[in-house]
């Protein structure tokens, strides 16, 4: 079992996210901002990170960017979960620093392969 961050501002996202990631078992931490996102990843060091890009204060790209830059953080892998599907905003999310980008809405079967990919099967 893994410990799963999802950050998402919409509670129908992260309701549905929240479904998926307990269905294969893993433990749910949730935030609902970047900032918030970033200060739960500080807090409770998760095994894998869903970050939405469009939310208030601080966008996912931001938080990632902070995450995936920080010593303390910088080992925990961040899949993109979002509406963004031009390719530009794919690439400039994986220059953040994102191991993943998933469009919305979620293919469920496309999550779960992304996640095992970086869970090794926890």
């Known amino acids: 079992m893994a410990r799963v961050l999802i950050v998402d501002d919409s509670p129908s996202q992260l309701l549905v996210l929240k479904r998926i990631v307990e269905g294969q078992g893993h433990e749910v931490i949730t935030a609902e901002d970047g900032q918030q996102g970033v200060d739960a990843a500080k807090q409770h060091l998760p095994d894998l990170i869903l970050m939405d890009v469009v939310m208030p204060n601080l966008n996912g ?15 925990i892998p961040v899949i993109l979960v979002t509406t963004k599907d031009q390719e530009t905003d794919r690439v400039w999310g994986l220059r953040q620093g994102a191991k993943g980008y998933i469009t919305k809405p979620v293919n469920e079967g496309q999550l779960i392969k992304a996640m095992n990919d970086y869970l090794g099967g926890r």
């Open 61 to 75: 790209f931001q938080a990632t960017r902070t995450i995936s830059r920080d010593k303390a953080t910088s080992h």
